[in-house]
């Protein structure tokens, strides 16, 4: 079955990501849901390269641990943006289509 490569890209790092803040939710709870059934179909290979990827990329985001964070998901263009803001800042996640993406911190 084919599955939508932003929305399996978006639950990892979101899973990723998330797990670095003293806790991490969506604004609106059915989100997750629909993300972790795209990720469930994604082939586990596919889905290891991807979690090292962010992985790797975790520490330069210097995610406050401390900190509770919000996460909202919304669209620039094609991209989907998935993006978690805490009161320390705020860290965005752009995906494009084909499942590519970039991560950014924006601390206050």
Same mark, same amino acid.
Request: hydrophobic share 35%; net charge negative; charged share 30%.
């Given at each position: 079955?084919?599955?939508?490569?932003?929305?399996?890209?978006?639950?990892?790092i979101y899973?990723m990501v998330?797990?670095?803040?003293?806790?991490?939710?969506?604004?609106?709870? @059915? =989100?997750?849901?629909?993300? #972790? %059934?795209?990720?469930? /179909?994604?082939?586990?290979?596919?889905?290891?390269?991807?979690?090292?990827? @962010? =992985?790797?990329?975790?520490? #330069? %985001?210097?995610?406050? /641990?401390?900190?509770?964070?919000?996460?909202?998901?919304?669209?620039?263009?094609?991209?989907?943006?998935?993006?978690?803001?805490?009161?320390?800042?705020?860290?965005?996640?752009?995906?494009?289509?084909?499942?590519?993406?970039?991560?950014?911190?924006?601390?206050?």
């Amino acid at each position: 079955m084919a599955y939508n490569k932003q929305y399996a890209t978006a639950y990892i790092i979101y899973m990723m990501v998330g797990s670095e803040y003293k806790s991490a939710r969506f604004r609106n709870p @059915v =989100i997750e849901g629909k993300l #972790r %059934l795209e990720y469930a /179909e994604m082939k586990s290979a596919d889905q290891i390269k991807v979690e090292e990827g @962010v =992985i790797d990329q975790i520490p #330069r %985001l210097d995610v406050p /641990e401390n900190d509770d964070s919000e996460i909202r998901l919304g669209n620039d263009n094609n991209n989907m943006l998935l993006t978690f803001d805490s009161p320390s800042g705020r860290i965005e996640a752009s995906i494009a289509p084909d499942g590519r993406y970039r991560l950014s911190a924006l601390h206050a």
